[in-house]
């Protein structure tokens, strides 16, 4: 089975890493990740931003460029960026904003909306959020006008499942990544977003799994393709987000 990795971070001491709550990741390169998911069948995929790197965009580029055209960049984004670099990033595979409202190092929350109409008018990305029930419950206005939206770590709260399934139910796209993140059953909730939209769920390894509990195994890979069964399988780690992120599937 060909697999979208829709959430995965490069880490690269060659470009800008910044501190974030006392934390600074060890070094995870492209040549790292591809070795450690080399036992996958992984085609394409998202590299995201994470809190450590703000609005560096040096090593996106350079990762996106040993990666190849069939991944993407996730990026973070001042409000005053132009849309001059917008597009410039646009060209060379970015394709959404993240908004790390849980560690920072993104722009503001404030900005959501005005951004998230700004980038898809221009180029048609969407954003991500890396939010906790208490945000999610907050936005929850906010989200549901979005032009288009993914929440990250199956919305990582046990307490905010009836406000992701709510979001689901409107159209929200959700990553099934960060398992060892959660304090629930990551693959009971797979299997009822799943009943509510299987166009919803995009399966990510969430490598190199900085501060979680529990890092990805490639068993939680397994483990979701026994849940799901092949083809539902199909659709949560290969077509749904080659969908999203504007792949031809």
């Given at each position: 089975?060909?697999?979208?990795?829709?959430?995965?971070?490069?880490?690269?001491?060659?470009?800008?890493?910044?501190?974030?709550?006392?934390?600074?990741?060890?070094?995870?390169?492209?040549?790292?990740?591809?070795?450690?998911?080399?036992?996958?069948?992984?085609?394409?995929?998202?590299?995201?931003?994470?809190?450590?790197?703000?609005?560096?965009?040096?090593?996106?580029?350079?990762?996106?460029?040993?990666?190849?055209?069939?991944?993407?960049?996730?990026?973070?984004?001042?409000?005053?960026?132009?849309?001059e670099e917008i597009l410039s990033l646009n060209k060379l595979g970015?394709?959404?904003?993240?908004?790390?409202?849980?560690?920072?190092?993104?722009?503001?929350?404030?900005?959501?909306?005005?951004?998230?109409?700004?980038?898809?008018?221009?180029?048609?990305?969407?954003?991500?959020?890396?939010?906790?029930?208490?945000?999610?419950?907050?936005?929850?206005?906010?989200?549901?006008?979005?032009?288009?939206?993914?929440?990250?770590?199956?919305?990582?709260?046990?307490?905010?499942?009836?406000?992701?399934?709510?979001?689901?139910?409107?159209?929200?796209?959700?990553?099934?990544?960060?398992?060892?993140?959660?304090?629930?059953?990551?693959?009971?909730?797979?299997?009822?977003?799943?009943?509510?939209?299987?166009?919803?769920?995009?399966?990510?390894?969430?490598?190199?799994?900085?501060?979680?509990?529990?890092?990805?195994?490639?068993?939680?890979?397994?483990?979701?393709?026994?849940?799901?069964?092949?083809?539902?399988?199909?659709?949560?780690?290969?077509?749904?987000?080659?969908?999203?992120?504007?792949?031809?599937?």
């Open positions: 089975m060909k697999i979208f990795d829709s959430h995965l971070h490069i880490i690269d001491p060659r470009f800008p890493l910044y501190e974030n709550n006392g934390f600074l990741p060890e070094a995870f390169k492209v040549e790292q990740y591809k070795k450690r998911v080399s036992d996958l069948n992984i085609k394409s995929g998202a590299v995201v931003s994470g809190s450590f790197q703000q609005f560096d965009q040096s090593y996106l580029i350079n990762a996106l460029d040993l990666l190849g055209d069939d991944f993407v960049g996730v990026t973070q984004l001042p409000v005053d960026v132009t849309n970015v394709r959404a904003v993240r908004f790390n409202i849980r560690r920072g190092g993104s722009e503001s929350v404030t900005e959501l909306s005005y951004f998230a109409d700004r980038v898809y008018e221009l180029v048609k990305w969407h954003v991500e959020l890396y939010a906790d029930q208490q945000s999610l419950a907050t936005l929850k206005q906010k989200i549901g006008k979005l032009p288009a939206v993914s929440i990250d770590h199956l919305g990582l709260d046990k307490s905010g499942i009836p406000l992701l399934k709510a979001f689901v139910e409107q159209g929200v796209k959700v990553k099934a990544t960060g398992f060892g993140r959660v304090d629930f059953d990551a693959l009971d909730l797979v299997s009822e977003l799943y009943k509510i939209s299987p166009e919803a769920l995009m399966f990510g390894t969430d490598l190199p799994s900085t501060r979680a509990p529990l890092p990805f195994t490639d068993q939680h890979f397994f483990d979701l393709i026994t849940v799901l069964g092949e083809k539902a399988a199909e659709q949560v780690c290969w077509l749904n987000a080659r969908k999203f992120y504007g792949f031809a599937t």
